[in-house]
């Protein structure tokens, strides 16, 4: 089964999208067919997703479901009219905080992510600037780390790290283990004064196989014996050190992040 | 006023922060003390949860605020006993879909951010590494770029193509205009065959040279007049070339990114 489901917003559509993911993950039988539309603030636009939406349900003969973030009660209706299921996303949490907060909620919707705090901005910018210097060993002086990752090649260190610069503002730094590093099977020198700050990734080998042959086909580096060997070693050197890891093999970067957070103590919230 | 607020979730509770945060800012005269409580899985992690909202009540005296996506009612139940205000993201939409698609939900949730879809990873990854290897002009092939942002030093270009290879997997490249671009007021001519690709931001002269000054305190650089000559000269480039630009000064990166894709027709939803 397959249904079309449209997320409408006067503004980035971000929050409608991101819930309405999170529900329609729950129905495991249903493919749906996503369509953002963003930006949708003028009768014009609303007038415009109406006909879209129309034109879906008049082709599939079943009705699309709206995840809406829109405010303004006029463009709802407009988009309602298309026969659509409306499911608001704020229409429930509104009333309830209004009573409980003693204050009227004002008209802008999703300020979150339409407007800038200076402060903010900078926190992420000065972060993902310290990823980007800090990636796979570039700059190795690890003074100024909120964390640093550590991981053989490929098991998901650069993501994860500007993740959590652009999102949360944390400074993250990564360090590729070495050959050498895994052949000694001794914390690199420089990393040895963070290691309360030191955190490790790993991933099952035939994954990693799989990732590095996409990127090196045919290389050493990719074979199963070469990916098998340099994780045992990792995981090892990691143990004998102290290290807490994880294994990223079924995690996505956002889940790998609030682990990492989650170990840490780390409590800041999303930007 | 000050209130307190909970984010609680049997996984990253990234769909609770992004919902509660939009909703928190439709109240502008309330600060909001944000908790980020992730991976709150069993009864003792719920007892624990529920102690701390318990002990934040009893020092305040105001009732805590609980934005949660627990699944299992019986967390939501050891929470509750806190005495705070719950606010449950899903409950609200579940009853209206498994209506109206026929299907009983599954108790699984929050998979949208604890699950892998290697297709989906691959697709941020690479989008990822495109983003590194095509930054500032590092690598100035542009041939397989869905994109390519334009724009003087430090106008935003760097981290919205992060973000945007991060959430969408759209592999943008950027280029920084450079003074020799901005004094002939022509396209480079690498740019040239990809002119229906590329997008300008612009900011304005005063927060150039407050971002400018921050990472080189003193320089010419970072100068007023040399800021307002860069931008000028970029904005004539664009305008004469027919770039379509963006001015971020006030604008967040995930706004960026939309209007971007709203511009390109890109419907792409997140990952």
């Given amino acids: 089964m397959q249904r079309t489901v449209f997320f409408i917003s006067d503004s980035t559509g971000i929050t409608a999208e991101t819930i309405g993911n999170s529900i329609l993950t729950q129905f495991e039988g249903v493919t749906f067919d996503k369509h953002r539309l963003s930006f949708v603030d003028d009768a014009q636009k609303a007038e415009a997703a109406a006909v879209r939406i129309k034109t879906h349900y008049a082709q599939s003969g079943q009705r699309p479901i709206v995840i809406n973030t829109m405010a303004e009660p006029a463009l709802c209706d407009i988009v309602a009219a298309s026969g659509a299921l409306m499911m608001d996303v704020f229409a429930p949490f509104i009333g309830p905080l209004e009573d409980e907060l003693g204050a009227k909620r004002s008209g802008?919707?999703?300020?979150?992510?339409?407007?800038?705090?200076?402060?903010?901005?900078?926190?992420?910018?000065?972060?993902?600037?310290?990823?980007?210097?800090?990636?796979?060993?570039?700059?190795?002086?690890?003074?100024?780390?909120?964390?640093?990752?550590?991981?053989?090649?490929?098991?998901?260190?650069?993501?994860?790290?500007?993740?959590m610069a652009l999102h949360y503002g944390v400074s993250a730094a990564n360090y590729?283990?070495?050959?050498?590093?895994?052949?000694?099977?001794?914390?690199?020198?420089?990393?040895?004064?963070?290691k309360s700050r030191l955190f490790g990734l790993t991933i099952e080998p035939a994954r990693l196989a799989q990732i590095r042959e996409q990127r090196s086909p045919g290389s050493k580096y990719a074979t199963l014996?070469?990916?098998?060997?340099?994780?045992?070693?990792?995981?090892?050197?990691?143990?004998?050190?102290?290290?807490?890891?994880?294994?990223?093999?079924?995690?996505?970067?956002?889940?790998?992040?609030s682990k990492i957070f989650s170990r840490f103590g780390i409590e800041r919230t999303m930007f």
Same sequence: chains 1, 2.
């Fill in 225 to 257: 014996k070469q990916c098998r060997w340099e994780l045992d070693q990792a995981a090892r050197l990691m143990r004998q050190a102290g290290i807490p890891s994880l294994n990223t093999t079924h995690v996505s970067i956002e889940e790998i992040a």
């Fill in 108 to 163: 802008a919707v999703n300020r979150a992510h339409g407007m800038v705090d200076y402060g903010k901005y900078e926190a992420r910018i000065n972060a993902t600037n310290y990823a980007l210097s800090h990636d796979d060993g570039i700059d190795v002086n690890y003074a100024d780390a909120d964390l640093v990752l550590i991981g053989v090649s490929r098991s998901g260190k650069t993501p994860t790290c500007l993740y």
């Fill in 176 to 194: 590729p283990l070495t050959e050498e590093d895994l052949d000694r099977l001794e914390l690199p020198a420089l990393l040895r004064p963070y």
